[in-house]
């Protein structure tokens, strides 16, 4: 835990930076703040682990001062002089002072004040100084004590005056312990087990919970960091208890109904909102911008979509008229303020891009790959039981979400053929786990070669698809299939396979809502391509859609708008209810729902010819909604809602300028009905 303001969480570094406000009380309430004050920390723990005898003695004197307040408050002074205020309103702020930080210390990281000893040290050094100070022109001859008081107030000055900051040298010693392991596994040396084990239990690590406890408290001060080089010194760290969470305490037990797809590893389970995830990672968007098409992802994810020679939107197929990345910067600000209110770290973008290369220092990576490494080869072991498999994979499942190197450790570690026979488990966690950690890697470019060309490993989450043991299971399965169709070769690949578009259909049918949009956004993927396309037609993808319009309205119109393009034209039209649900959408959906529809119903009316267009028109109040979208919809929408207007117009002047559509259409129910 560092101590310099900026250090701080951001809900102290006001408080740290010294900017406390002293209250504005008159003399008796003010003593009776401080003597509430002083009492709260002497109530406080002493640090259990680290500066032990600094927090302890720290504490000691403010149940002095408590004793202090609490004999002039019994003396009801009324009074005190300019210098005597002063004095007392100074006190009171070095004793808030004193609080946070050894509130900070006790619920930070242990590893992190551990490594920051010295500058602790130095900061309770500095507090017992400005309370000698202030012991020093404490106002004696304006209150009425006892005399065995005022003796309490010079022995509280004696024990304020200290020349120098206490540094404990068992903590100091721990430290240089810590130091030299992060060197060794940094020059690629598997650390000793039993000296990790000393120091883990010096620590009070000494489970796997408190292990995860410890991540989660170094990742929350990583967050809050605005030096790079304490940045990086604290992602070691986070490697080093990864790795000796793991080694010593074997894997964690899974705990029952987590969600994959958090921002990041945290204490509680968090459902991200629909709208606030990236349509291609469906991680939490933390820099959303809009593309050409007017669909909206993280600028890291479409950006590395563009970089791969994608010149398509990834979610409605179209072409990408322009590369421009527009913030969303309303979006954007509601992601900061619902991260907020749930207590998820957001930091800067530009900040995290810019720290990415200091934090991906070799120390890290090596104690990474060596936590890989070691579950791996625990995987391997055959003759272990359903449950402690489980708990090894659970741990690759969570490994595999942290970042990028991580999934290509666990990869290159040798993982993915080990996880194929625990797809078809009948423990249905293990299951769960193993198809999730597939998912998980596959976000990684690289690993999607690795999946498709492993044997098994795509029959293996096919058939997770179709029959897994639980929703969850399927709509990961679902996921990971979108994730790979990301790559256009393999979305070719994937959709002549008729048991990817029939578990894909199915789960969109009978699966809840979370597996119902995972399976669409998958099948949405596969219909960039014209034959995959005619595939989905056969198995009643319009009917499906126009089904789930109600309940998943931005993905069935997006689906059935790139049906359309896709040759699918004759299968909308022989849909019975495909405009009257799409005109509902466009009357009483949620604004990119409308401006959704509004495109699919003109590729619709361009494509179906005249017969489309006459059961638009049809449709009682539609240039009235048409207007209203055209005045208060998005800039997509509203230039959707201008070519349908010109559409009607022109089809009910008898320009009619389907007409050539409406002949193709014609032709081709002929030759699908000859």
């Not at 004040?113 to 404490?138: G, R, Y």
Request: hydrophobic content about 40%.
């Amino acid at each position: 835990m560092a101590i310099s303001p900026q250090d701080f969480p951001p809900r102290r570094r006001r408080l740290a930076a010294g900017s406390f406000i002293s209250p504005k009380l008159s003399d008796q309430n003010l003593i009776r703040s401080l003597s509430v004050l002083a009492e709260e920390i002497s109530n406080l723990k002493p640090l259990q682990y680290v500066l032990k005898k600094t927090s302890s003695s720290m504490i000691r004197k403010s149940k002095l001062l408590a004793v202090l307040f609490e004999e002039l408050l019994r003396n009801k002074v009324s009074s005190l002089s300019p210098t005597g205020l002063l004095c007392f309103q100074e006190m009171y702020i070095v004793l808030q002072r004193i609080r946070m930080l050894i509130e900070d210390c006790s619920n930070g990281s242990k590893m992190w004040l551990l490594m920051q000893n010295d500058a602790v040290s130095n900061s309770f050094h500095e507090l017992t100084i400005d309370l000698s100070t202030l012991l020093d022109i404490f106002p004696l001859k304006e209150v009425e004590l006892h005399e065995d008081v005022k003796e309490l107030v010079i022995l509280i000055r004696k024990q304020t005056y200290e020349s120098k900051a206490f540094n404990d040298q068992r903590d100091e010693s721990l430290r240089k312990q810590v130091v030299k392991m992060l060197d060794r596994i940094n020059r690629e040396i598997v650390p000793d087990q039993s000296k990790l084990e000393k120091i883990f239990t010096k620590l009070g690590l000494k489970d796997s919970s408190s292990c995860s406890e410890e991540i989660e408290s170094l990742e929350d001060e990583v967050q809050n960091q605005v030096n790079d080089k304490s940045k990086s010194e604290l992602v070691s760290l986070i490697g080093l208890v990864r790795y000796g969470k793991c080694v010593l305490f074997g894997a964690s037990t899974p705990r029952s109904g987590e969600r994959n797809r958090n921002p990041r590893p945290s204490s509680a389970d968090v459902i991200i909102p629909v709208d606030f995830r990236c349509p291609i990672t469906l991680d939490l968007m933390r820099d959303p911008v809009v593309v050409a098409t007017g669909q909206t992802y993280d600028r890291a994810s479409i950006n590395t979509w563009m970089e791969s020679g994608h010149n398509t939107c990834p979610k409605t197929g179209q072409t990408l008229v322009h590369r421009d990345l527009i913030p969303n910067l309303a979006l954007k600000s509601l992601i900061a303020m619902w991260c907020k209110e749930q207590r998820i770290p957001f930091s800067n973008p530009d900040c995290r891009e810019r720290s990415n290369a200091v934090l991906k220092n070799k120390t890290a990576l090596e104690a990474t790959k060596m936590t890989a490494s070691f579950l791996v080869n625990k995987l391997r072991v055959s003759a272990a039981s359903p449950e402690a498999t489980n708990r090894v994979v659970y741990e690759l499942r969570v490994l595999s979400k942290t970042d990028s190197e991580s999934r290509a450790c666990i990869a290159e570690a040798g993982a993915i053929p080990l996880l194929v026979k625990h797809l078809g488990s009948d423990h249905q966690n293990l299951q769960v786990n193993a198809v999730t950690t597939l998912l998980n890697l596959s976000i990684l470019e690289a690993n999607k070669a690795r999946i498709m060309e492993t044997d098994g490993v795509l029959n293996g989450v096919i058939e997770v698809l179709r029959s897994g043991a639980t929703w969850e299971a399927k709509g990961n399965a679902a996921a990971t299939i979108f994730s790979l169709s990301g790559v256009h070769s393999y979305r070719k690949k994937l959709g002549r396979k008729t048991r990817v578009i029939k578990g894909l259909m199915e789960l969109a049918k009978t699966g809840p809502t979370s597996s119902k949009r995972d399976a669409l956004v998958a099948i949405l993927n596969l219909a960039g391509d014209r034959e995959t396309v005619g595939m989905l037609v056969q198995d009643g993808v319009t009917n499906l859609v126009c089904e789930l319009m109600d309940e998943l309205p931005e993905e069935a119109v997006t689906i059935l708008e790139v049906v359309v393009k896709k040759g699918g034209a004759v299968a909308v039209v022989a849909s019975h209810h495909a405009i009257e649900n799409l005109v509902g959408i466009l009357r009483d959906g949620s604004e990119s729902a409308r401006e959704g529809a509004a495109a699919a119903l003109v590729t619709i009316c361009r494509k179906g010819g005249s017969e489309m267009v006459a059961e638009l028109a049809g449709t009682p109040g539609i240039e009235r909604v048409i207007w209203e979208l055209m005045g208060m919809g998005t800039d997509r929408a509203k230039r959707k809602a201008a070519s349908l207007l010109r559409i009607m117009r022109r089809w009910t002047a008898g320009l009619d300028d389907v007409s050539y559509s409406s002949m193709s259409m014609n032709t081709t129910r002929t030759m699908l009905t000859s």
